[in-house]
């Protein structure tokens, strides 16, 4: 039995809030016909299907509210309804927030909304988790971000395991209801009025559940029972309507009028949903009952909760201002990359092995000379850029990763998608440059490049700029992919396609003219130029035989390289139209991910 809660709480501190529904709707049609309808204002041509259907209920200040029913009930999307995550633009009826039509943005950022899954990034400890989450959220720097997590971590019961980290599966971090408890945590840490969260017992067992729900009950009123004792109300669905909208005790007066006799140790919420045929035949009645009797026992609701007619809302603002923003995510960036092996020891490894290894298959090919010497050193070129391009697809996984908590957290108002490309970009500027100086001293200095110190700098920096490119694309399309599945496709095919227009395999001048788009695009062909620019241009290039013919030369590096239909200025420009890959790449990020977080939903 599925089992989502919705949890207003009010403390005194803030204005408290009442959510209201009123004959709210929701269907879906076809995706064609969902886009008509979303985009173009025009009516579904298929039959909708209806997720919800008319439903009126609603959650007050200083109580837990439970929905509640079974599978395929509408209890989800209700519940992302009222947290403002479904556009309004498909919802028919209302939402109302102390009786004002609800603002999704901003009741987004005075809310909190755990959802089913837990987000979390699995290598950091429980304390860091909510500590950078209090950093992105509160305004008070350092030391209001570290007061607020040790009393939360006091009232979640994480104490004993605020050092361990979150983890995956179930070999290793800390236990399914912990984790639960840390997802509750990084949504409470903002102090938040209202708390949404979605099946926050599914999955645990009955003391980890009770652990929960009790957890929530004293957030609230400070006092505990039996799970369903907690909840003060509850909305039950069927079918998307509603068949009880009350109090745990009204719902048991109701089956026994239906001619219910509840057994003895039995749940009654389970015994409910099994007669919920019944329930609906005399629902009609029982609510207006109940709502009468409400109104006898609470009075007024008009009259307990502030309407704020008059009130001017303040600006919407960030906690933190974008240097700020960009300075945490990037400490966390930096913990997330250093734990991970797979990322920073293998990478490592990979790129000094590999400056070995093809460092000694090509031994001295840049000392020899001849037709077989200078296609061996074309060869190696080719090589260490298909090696360089295609490293960087391993990152894909933690790209998705981060963007899952990237859509939660930036929903949220806990910092800009800008300030987080940005920081994304400067953290990896010094690891790949590390990257690039351990593949480029060993092979350049073995395989016997041009032996000057400027000809190794420039070396190092193209490959350097190839890594970056790399990672800026990969970076660009994980923002674009539905799965990891789907990412390594694309980014494989892209990049076999980079390699074939790049003018090493096929001229250009054969590549046909609808494909020769492709060949400027390639980020192949621009370091591949830079390459041979940089062994064969400039005034040692134009002395350098490369090939003789019986004690002459035949061919000279400037000669070679105006057969190629280079130039020693394309050198830098070269680098220009790589740096402009990058940042294209990433603003392009940017943009789709900008996208997903603020117009997709």
């Known amino acids: 039995m599925e089992l989502p809660v919705k949890a207003p709480v009010s403390g005194g501190r803030k204005t408290s809030y009442t959510i209201e529904t009123k004959k709210l709707s929701y269907k879906l049609c076809s995706k064609f016909d969902e886009l008509d309808w979303i985009c173009c204002g025009e009516a579904p041509r298929g039959v909708p299907k209806f997720i919800l259907r008319d439903v009126s209920c609603a959650a007050r200040s200083g109580e837990i509210t439970a929905i509640a029913g079974p599978s395929g009930a509408g209890k989800t999307t209700l519940l992302e309804i009222l947290a403002g995550k479904i556009s309004s633009c498909k919802v028919s009826g209302q939402v109302l927030v102390n009786s004002q039509p609800m603002k999704a943005e901003h009741f987004r950022r005075i809310s909190g909304y755990v959802t089913q899954d837990d987000s979390l990034f699995p290598l950091l400890t429980v304390k860091e988790t909510l500590l950078y989450s209090a950093l992105l959220r509160l305004p008070g720097g350092k030391k209001e971000a570290a007061n607020r997590v040790r009393r939360l971590l006091k009232e979640l019961g994480l104490e004993n395991v605020e050092d361990s980290r979150i983890g995956e599966g179930s070999n290793w971090g800390i236990s399914g209801g912990e984790r639960r408890r840390v997802s509750i945590g990084v949504e409470l840490v903002h102090d938040p009025a209202v708390v949404f969260i979605d099946e926050p017992t599914s999955g645990l067992d009955s003391a980890s559940a009770l652990h929960v729900a009790t957890l929530l009950k004293s957030m609230v009123m400070n006092q505990g029972f039996r799970i369903l004792e907690l909840f003060d109300r509850l909305v039950l669905l069927s079918n998307g309507y509603v068949v009880h909208d009350g109090s745990l005790h009204f719902l048991e007066e109701r089956l026994r009028f239906s001619g219910h006799q509840i057994p003895l140790h039995v749940n009654v919420l389970e015994f409910s949903i099994d007669a919920l045929e019944s329930l609906a035949m005399q629902n009609s009645v029982f609510i207006s009952n109940e709502c009468s009797h409400e109104t006898r026992n609470r009075g007024d609701l008009s009259m307990r909760t502030p309407h704020h007619k008059n009130h001017q809302e303040k600006p919407l603002r960030h906690p933190n201002s974008i240097s700020g923003e960009v300075l945490i995510l990037g400490q966390r960036f930096c913990s997330n990359i250093f734990r991970t092996k797979q990322l920073f020891a293998t990478r490592v ?87 690039a100086l351990l593949y480029s001293t060993p092979v350049y200095w073995l395989v016997g490049l041009r032996r000057a110190t400027d000809g190794f700098l420039y070396f190092s920096l193209v490959v350097w700029m190839v890594i970056l490119m790399s990672n800026s694309f990969v970076a660009c399309f994980s923002a674009l992919v539905p799965n990891f599945i789907m990412g390594t496709s694309v980014i494989s095919g892209l990049m076999g396609s980079f390699f074939l227009f790049s003018g090493y395999f096929i001229s250009k001048n054969k590549i046909p003219s609808y494909w020769i788009f492709m060949h400027y695009l390639s980020l192949f062909k621009y370091p591949f130029e830079c390459f041979l620019i940089n062994e064969y241009g400039g005034e040692q290039g134009s002395r350098r035989c490369i090939d003789y013919d019986e004690g002459d030369c035949r061919l000279y590096g400037s000669g070679f390289l105006r057969q190629q239909g280079l130039k020693d200025s394309q050198k830098w420009s070269n680098l220009a139209v790589m740096l402009g890959f990058i940042v294209g790449y990433r603003v392009l990020c940017f943009v789709i991910l900008w996208f997903r977080c603020y117009r997709r939903r």
Do not use: D, H
């Open 349 to 435: 490894i990979q790129a000094l092995v590999a400056g070995l290894i093809l460092g000694t298959i090509y031994l001295n090919a840049g000392k020899k000379t001849g037709q077989v010497a200078l296609q061996t050193r074309i060869g190696f070129f080719a090589f260490s850029l298909t090696f360089l391009l295609s490293s960087a697809t391993e990152g894909l996984p933690i790209f998705l990763q981060e963007r899952r908590i990237l859509t939660r957290e930036t929903s949220r108002g806990a910092y800009r998608v800008s300030s987080y490309v940005l920081s994304n970009t400067l953290v990896f500027l010094p690891f790949l440059l590390m990257v």
